[in-house]
């Protein structure tokens, strides 16, 4: 495993990336400490993960996740900003 200094990386940052890319693992070192490491993105994935999107169980389109939509009813009751006002409660 190859290790860079902080500076270094700042200066290099593309050549570092180019070896990431090919499948390398850098340790970001600052004062001889590590403190990061850069891996290849597969790597960064749970291995559970991995298995339902090879299985077919799950897709992912490599986006961040939105969550689950809930619709709320609007009741003529109430009004728009007082169901504004209790969501953000």
Known sequence: MEHVGVRELKN?????LKLVKSGKTIR?????????KLVPAQDCIP????EMLNKEVATWNGEKPK???TLRTVTKEKNISDI???DRR
């Open 67 to 69: 969550g689950m939509v």
């Open 12 to 16: 290099s940052l593309s050549r570092y």
């Open 28 to 36: 970001v070192t600052e004062r001889g400490k590590t403190i990061a």
């Open 47 to 50: 291995q559970g993960i991995i």
């Open 84 to 86: 504004v006002s209790e």
